[in-house]
């Protein structure tokens, strides 16, 4: 009888990934959900960043998804 919302595993559309948490809002549309990563990744191609600069930023963050 399990009814853990929060410890549902959801597929990002972008990465094809599965991750769990909140997600992120895509920013192309505004509704769809996106993992986290996605996010921060369409987040900083908004700051008009450079793909490698933005490779370098995502490799860097830690997995923070479980928490
Ligand atoms: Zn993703």
């Known amino acids: 009888m399990?009814?853990?919302e929060n410890?549902?595993?959801k597929k990002c559309p972008k990465c094809?990934?599965?991750y769990r948490g909140h997600p992120a809002?895509?920013?192309e549309d505004n509704i769809?959900?996106?993992c986290p990563l996605?996010?921060?990744r369409e987040a900083l191609e908004?700051?008009?960043l450079e793909?490698?600069?933005i490779d370098k930023i995502i490799a860097q963050i830690p997995n923070v998804e479980d928490k």
């Open 25 to 27: 809002i895509s920013r």
């Open 51 to 53: 793909q490698s600069e």
């Open 7 to 9: 410890v549902v595993v």
């Open 32 to 34: 769809t959900p996106i």
């Open 38 to 40: 996605c996010g921060t």
């Open 2 to 4: 399990a009814n853990n």
């Open 16 to 18: 094809g990934k599965e």
């Open 46 to 48: 908004g700051l008009g």
